[in-house]
């Protein structure tokens, strides 16, 4: 990732403190004027989107360290560390919407002032759902699993926000009250399920993921289109962490070849493969052509295996 893309994440990661705030704060206020335990649901799961864009700030800033004597390969995967956080603190967030819900459920009571207080959450849904459209584009284009889960965590804020106002709708032209904790615990289920969803995705990205099968054609191709000069390539291997992805293979040249002349291969292959994967950290391990080497090589006019 180019240093503009890692300001451009930090930027919107730090943005996302004082968002979470606003819109947890309008939540709290529909809740304040309508006594709605269902509101009050919808707030508690915007309380964990302010904690979560607090850590998601710090993952990503500590994620940018340049790499150091103790971690060589960068601090990339504390991203993914974030995220796992945040499917954690979703799930604490589903158990204490379940403690206000169940109680309530016994005995319910009407909401006060609900036209009010439907359109401040409604106003505060608006405000989510254009967020979370932000944060899941820019965690794509910049590959940042901490942005990423965020966004998803605030979209799924806007699924549960979108079900509360319906369903209370419903309680209010019904005029059943015990539709109000029900929806309550409704929405402490949805948010289970997407705490199990965010953190089997960041447990995912901690095994070292190979690149998607198109972005390695397209490496494949970089190599082959760019390794003149030499007899062959094999062995590939791509993974990422976080934002960073890593390319090895070995390159098979001509025993009499002088190191100059495969460096520059190895030059010319590396810019190749960054026009197809920028900030790419490539390891190409010089091979002379052996009788080994010559068993396994992959002429270049071929697909490297």
Same mark, same amino acid.
């Given at each position: 990732?180019?240093?503009?893309?890692?300001?451009?994440?930090?930027?919107?990661?730090?943005?996302g403190?004082?968002f979470?705030f606003?819109?947890?704060?309008?939540?709290?206020?529909?809740?304040?004027?309508?006594?709605s335990?269902?509101?009050?649901?919808?707030?508690?799961?915007?309380?964990?989107?302010?904690?979560?864009?607090?850590?998601?700030f710090a993952?990503?800033?500590y994620?940018?360290?340049?790499?150091?004597?103790?971690?060589?390969?960068?601090?990339?995967?504390?991203?993914?560390?974030?995220?796992?956080?945040?499917?954690?603190?979703i799930?604490?967030?589903?158990l204490?919407?379940?403690?206000?819900?169940?109680?309530a459920?016994?005995?319910?009571?009407r909401?006060?002032?609900?036209?009010?207080?439907?359109?401040?959450?409604?106003a505060a849904?608006?405000c989510? #759902?254009?967020? *979370? /459209?932000?944060?899941?584009? %820019?965690g794509?284009?910049?590959?940042?699993? !901490?942005? $990423? &889960?965020?966004?998803?965590?605030?979209?799924?804020?806007?699924?549960?926000?979108?079900?509360?106002?319906?369903?209370?709708?419903?309680?209010?032209?019904?005029?059943?009250?015990?539709?109000?904790?029900?929806?309550?615990?409704?929405?402490?289920l949805n948010i289970?399920?997407?705490?199990?969803?965010?953190i089997t995705?960041?447990?995912?990205?901690?095994?070292d993921?190979?690149?998607?099968?198109?972005?390695?054609?397209?490496?494949?191709?970089?190599? #082959?289109?760019? *390794? /003149?000069?030499?007899l062959? %390539?094999?062995?590939?291997?791509?993974?990422? !962490?976080? $934002? &960073?992805?890593?390319?090895?293979f070995h390159?098979?040249?001509?025993?009499?070849?002088?190191v100059?002349?495969?460096?520059?291969?190895?030059?010319?292959?590396?810019?190749?493969?960054?026009?197809v994967?920028?900030?790419?950290?490539?390891?190409?391990h010089?091979?002379?052509e052996t009788?080994?080497a010559?068993?396994?090589?992959?002429k270049?006019?071929r697909?490297i295996r």
């Amino acid at each position: 990732m180019e240093k503009s893309d890692i300001r451009t994440v930090q930027r919107l990661a730090l943005w996302g403190i004082p968002f979470a705030f606003f819109v947890m704060g309008l939540k709290l206020v529909a809740w304040w004027v309508t006594g709605s335990v269902a509101l009050l649901s919808d707030a508690m799961e915007s309380s964990v989107n302010v904690i979560a864009a607090i850590v998601a700030f710090a993952a990503i800033s500590y994620a940018a360290k340049p790499a150091d004597k103790t971690h060589p390969f960068g601090h990339h995967k504390a991203e993914y560390l974030s995220a796992v956080l945040e499917g954690v603190l979703i799930v604490v967030a589903a158990l204490l919407i379940v403690k206000e819900a169940l109680p309530a459920v016994f005995a319910p009571t009407r909401m006060d002032a609900p036209a009010l207080g439907l359109a401040i959450n409604f106003a505060a849904a608006l405000c989510n #759902a254009i967020w *979370a /459209t932000v944060l899941i584009r %820019a965690g794509k284009r910049y590959r940042s699993p !901490a942005l $990423a &889960a965020d966004g998803q965590h605030i979209l799924s804020d806007v699924v549960t926000s979108v079900g509360v106002l319906v369903g209370l709708v419903l309680a209010i032209l019904t005029g059943y009250a015990v539709l109000d904790p029900l929806l309550a615990v409704l929405v402490a289920l949805n948010i289970l399920y997407q705490g199990w969803k965010v953190i089997t995705h960041s447990v995912d990205g901690l095994m070292d993921h190979a690149v998607e099968p198109e972005e390695a054609e397209a490496i494949k191709a970089a190599i #082959a289109a760019n *390794a /003149t000069g030499s007899l062959g %390539a094999h062995d590939l291997k791509t993974r990422r !962490a976080g $934002a &960073a992805t890593f390319v090895d293979f070995h390159l098979v040249v001509p025993a009499t070849m002088p190191v100059g002349q495969a460096h520059d291969i190895c030059d010319r292959l590396e810019d190749a493969i960054r026009v197809v994967q920028p900030g790419a950290q490539i390891a190409i391990h010089v091979e002379p052509e052996t009788e080994q080497a010559h068993g396994i090589k992959v002429k270049i006019e071929r697909t490297i295996r």
